[in-house]
């Protein structure tokens, strides 16, 4: 078992930055891909980005390329998603989700664990 903590979410204006965390307990993070993904209301929960057990190898939605970093510390047992220029679009709840393997997952249907989410809010 594999648990997930989310932090850092909260009211940004446009344009404007935030960096949310995800905090991992239970067995060996080095070993689970991890991936952020988000949930605006009345939508489909969707893909923002993932990244290998290692931190080599990075993917992103193409609506967040460029805008989004995700990264990870082992050490730490800590995967961050630092978000720049935020659009009103951007609104939703972030998740973080791991699955165990050396690749890149984009499904939610691929990931087994999952956190409980924090908002973030991006004023026009």
Excluded: H
């Excluded at 969707?46 to 993917?59: D, P």
Aim: net charge neutral.
């Amino acid at each position: 078992q594999v648990q997930l903590v989310e932090s850092g979410g909260g009211l940004v204006q446009a344009g404007g930055s935030l960096r949310l965390s995800c905090a991992a307990s239970g067995r060996p993070f080095s070993m689970y891909a991890m991936g952020w993904f988000r949930q605006a209301p009345g939508k489909e929960r969707e893909f923002v980005a993932a990244i290998s057990w290692s931190g080599g190898t990075t993917f992103y939605a193409d609506s967040v390329k460029g805008r989004f970093t995700i990264s990870r510390d082992n050490a730490k047992s800590t995967v961050y998603l630092q978000m720049n220029n935020l659009k009103p679009e951007d609104t939703a709840v972030y998740y973080c989700a791991a699955e165990y393997g050396s690749s890149l997952y984009q499904s939610t249907s691929d990931y087994d664990y999952w956190g409980q989410g924090t908002q973030v809010t991006v004023s026009s």
